[in-house]
């Protein structure tokens, strides 16, 4: 510390004073509530990250932190249902105008959230998610026996580890990527967006991958047990993993353009389709 | 006949049409054919307002579990078996397949939001009262609502109009494509999935457009 | 699976549906649900203007519907029964809650901001070729319920003055009347919306 030079320590002050002021600004707000099971949370955030968080217990949890005195938050409760949203107390945007949520909820609360600006994230639940946004990026993992839908215009969109899942992904020009996603039905919506899927389909469900234009790729394990189309209408199609020809495949199939098979006793169907993209399928 | 008089037989007359007096004043006053004007402006309009939203899948789930709990289904072996959604979707998306072409075009306008055959059909018969209906072909009114769509993003977030119009336009080019691959092929199957899915994106485009309340 | 892709078959029409969800087939629930869940539930939410509610009474007008499945004879069509059925679930919630009736009362929404007087003699056409629908949806949302459920049923359902009576217990003239506040109504909140853009600029 002493051989520090003057124009150091001056800098460190200057670095502790602009943190001090920028922790005044901000205003950090919790509120609480004991909700019954099956309570239903909506958070609607106009600009500013949202978080949500399954948890033991029958306690919802809303830390909603503020930049400026121009945005509040309000939350109420309505019986079973807890909303928090932000309000506008003059018309603003940019760094003003955003709110950092980070929600704590009964993991089989169902959760709806909408934040344009994202990101959204959701982790640990068994409750159903719906998650909107428009730019917004989502993020959801470790979720199980639940519906998740997910739908932005650009935002690009994950999902990790879920299990027994119901998912509905829409997005216009959002990338998708999903990895370890199984349950009895999973579909994938985008127009421009590329589709990765990286796992094994689970045992039995059906899982639909659609774009326009962007690529669809596909990793499975040799163990996947999948009864699985592809088709590009105007793009092509690439296969490595080995599949049985089918007597009767859905559709004609055309070289470069489509192929079907199935592979061990085939218990997951999987419908890749684009119209004008590249879906590629390979073995991991 | 002066314009109150007129107004409060208004009411009873606007969706009939009144009397030679009434009518007569309707012609000579601008202010009370502009008042009709509008009231039919606005009755026109609410027509073609769409059912756009879809409930949470929250709404499902208790529908499901209030049908177990009182035994309105079957049971199989036991358990309750509830095909996944997509394949109840799948199989809703080919009956209509399956249906008359008149039930396709109308799944195709519902999804971009056009109840136009209920105003063909089931409406009131054309009223004597000066009306102002909306006369444009489907395909148009989508322009139209288009240019709202981008003038409401631009009224409520300037921010996000440049995304709006790259999306709008990149969901138009997926309709085009698919209408275009169902022309050369019309038996094509996978063209017409591709279409309804394009006009869904359109629609998730128009819902999140409508759910900026903004201020 | 492959049996279930069995019974999912091709040609499934919503009649045969409609047919194996009186015999109390789950699937067919289903299937229903996902053909008529987004008009049912804009119904509700046009008429409650109120997500919560609407997605109760979504749920409600489906489990009704399911339990007096047994009972469509096909008289009408299917979707207009159900739409039928939902109204009645909208509006019994509605009468619960007490609203309609006191908006039905004339008496009640304050006299000035009813009727036609201010427009006489001043010309004001305003609206023609100038409203869209994102900002009459917005109107209506602000419309008081009572307004809100006739202009709903009437001009974007297509309910008729003598159905809407019917529904609502009162006169075929005071479904009209109210018709007629609600539009004008309407008018005032677009046009004063329209002068608040005008003068922004
Ligand atoms: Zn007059």
């Known amino acids: 510390m002493g051989r520090m030079s003057n124009g150091v320590k001056c800098s460190l002050v200057a670095v502790g004073l602009l943190a001090v002021a920028a922790f005044a600004a901000d205003n950090r707000k919790e509120f609480r509530y004991t909700v019954a099971p099956g309570a239903s949370v909506t958070v609607t955030n106009e600009s500013g990250p949202v978080e949500i968080k399954g948890s033991a217990g029958r306690q919802v949890v809303i830390i909603a932190t503020t930049h400026s005195d121009k945005v509040e938050v309000d939350c109420d409760q309505n019986r079973n249902r807890i909303h928090a949203t932000t309000h506008f107390l003059q018309r603003t945007d940019g760094p003003d105008s955003r709110v950092d949520y980070q929600v704590l909820v009964p993991s089989d609360a169902s959760v709806t959230v909408r934040a344009p600006s994202g990101p959204i994230t959701a982790e640990k639940m068994r409750g159903d998610l719906t998650l909107e946004g428009d730019a917004a990026q989502v993020d959801v993992h470790d979720v199980s026996n639940a519906h998740v839908h997910v739908r932005t215009i650009s935002g690009p969109i994950s999902l990790g580890n879920i299990a027994n899942g119901h998912v509905e992904i829409t997005s216009l020009n959002g990338d998708v990527r999903l990895d370890a996603v199984s349950g009895p039905r999973v579909s994938v919506n985008t127009v421009k967006g590329s589709i990765r899927y990286n796992g094994d389909f689970g045992e039995g469900g059906e899982y639909l991958l659609v774009n326009h234009s962007g690529n669809i790729d596909v990793t499975l394990p040799a163990s996947a047990s999948v009864d699985l189309s592809a088709r590009s209408i105007t793009g092509s199609v690439e296969n490595d993993f080995p599949l049985q020809q089918k007597q009767h495949p859905a559709f004609a199939i055309t070289q470069g353009r489509s192929f079907a098979g199935t592979s061990n006793s085939g218990a997951s169907s999987v419908q890749l389709r684009s119209l004008s993209g590249k879906i590629r399928v390979k073995k991991r | 006949m002066n314009c109150a008089e007129f107004q409060e037989v208004l009411p009873d007359i606007i969706e009939s049409g009144g009397n030679p007096e009434e009518e007569a004043h309707l012609k000579s006053c601008a202010v009370c054919s502009d008042l009709v004007q509008d009231l039919r402006y606005i009755a026109d309009t609410a027509k073609l307002l769409l059912p756009m939203r879809d409930p949470s899948p929250r709404v499902w789930t208790g529908i499901r579990g209030a049908l177990q709990r009182e035994g309105l289904v079957r049971p199989l072996a036991g358990t309750v078996r509830f095909r996944p959604q997509a394949a109840a979707v799948l199989s809703q998306r080919r009956w209509v397949r399956g249906g008359s072409m008149l039930a396709v075009a109308a799944l195709l306008l519902f999804a971009i939001g056009i109840i136009w055959l209920r105003n063909n059909s089931t409406r009131q018969p054309q009223p004597a009262v000066t009306a102002r209906v909306p006369a444009a072909a489907p395909a148009a009114a989508a322009d139209d609502d288009d240019a709202q769509m981008l003038n409401f993003v631009q009224h409520k977030s300037p921010a996000l109009l440049a995304t709006y119009r790259e999306n709008l336009e990149s969901v138009n080019a997926y309709i085009r494509d698919a209408r275009r691959r169902i022309e050369q092929d019309p038996n094509d199957m996978g063209a017409h999935d591709h279409l309804i899915r394009a006009y869904d994106e359109k629609a998730l485009l128009y819902e999140m457009a409508m759910a900026r309340s903004g201020e | ?201």
């Open chain 3, 1 to 201: 699976m492959a049996q279930a892709k069995k019974s999912a078959g091709p040609g499934l029409s919503e009649a045969e549906a409609i047919d194996r969800a009186q015999r109390g087939d789950a699937e067919s629930f289903e299937a229903l649900y996902a053909l008529h869940k987004r008009r049912v539930y804009s119904l509700c939410l046009r008429m409650t203007g109120n997500t919560a509610e609407a997605e109760d009474l979504t749920q409600e007008a489906f489990l009704q519907l399911y339990r007096k499945i047994a009972t469509f004879r096909g008289e009408s069509a299917f979707s207009t029964w159900l739409h039928r059925l939902a109204v009645n679930v909208v509006l019994m919630h509605l009468r619960k809650k007490g609203l309609p009736e006191v908006s039905l009362e004339e008496s009640l929404e304050p006299q000035q901001e009813d009727g036609p007087r201010k427009d006489i003699g001043t010309r004001d056409r305003v609206l023609a070729g100038s409203i869209d629908r994102l900002n009459l949806e917005r109107a209506i949302e602000s419309l008081p319920p009572g307004y809100r459920i006739i202009f709903v049923l009437h001009d974007v359902e297509g309910y008729e003055h003598n159905e809407i009576a019917e529904m609502m217990g009162c006169s075929i003239g005071n479904s009209k009347s109210q018709l007629h506040k609600a539009r004008m109504k309407l008018r005032d909140l677009l046009s004063v919306n329209r002068a608040e853009k005008a003068a922004r600029r």
